[in-house]
């Protein structure tokens, strides 16, 4: 199993940053990739950014520019650098860790997620 706990929400003004962080502990080495995900009220949740084990990067298109997705392998943590946050941007933000196994296969884990909200 894999354990995530995200953080780094908080309220910020519009143009402003902030970091979020997703710690992952347990079985690290079945992890494919980690992505952050977010969900605003009434609305699906959406991918916002991935890396692989790899280091491949993936961005929605729009946060390209804006957001960077880094992570410290010797600490196991993914880093979510947001700058330039717009109000449209508000909602929990989850981490998300891509899992494979040849036991259970493939299996997504969740952080508990991270408010964030973004004044105008």
């Known amino acids: 199993q894999v354990q995530l706990v995200d953080s780094g929400g908080g309220l910020v003004q519009a143009g402003g940053s902030l970091r979020l962080s997703c710690a992952a502990s347990?079985?690290?080495?079945?992890?494919?990739?980690i992505g952050w995900y977010r969900q605003a009220p009434g609305k699906q949740r959406e991918l916002v950014a991935a890396i692989g084990s790899g280091g491949s990067t993936n961005y929605a298109d729009s946060v390209k520019g804006r957001f960077t997705i880094s992570r410290d392998n010797a600490k196991n943590t993914v880093y979510l650098q947001m700058n330039s946050l717009k109000p449209e941007e508000t909602a929990v933000y989850y981490c998300?860790?891509?899992?494979?196994?040849?036991?259970?296969?493939?299996?997504?884990?969740w952080g508990k997620g991270t408010q964030v909200t973004v004044s105008s």
């Open positions: 347990g079985s690290t080495f079945s992890i494919n990739a």
């Open positions: 998300n860790a891509d899992t494979y196994t040849v036991v259970a296969g493939q299996y997504d884990y």
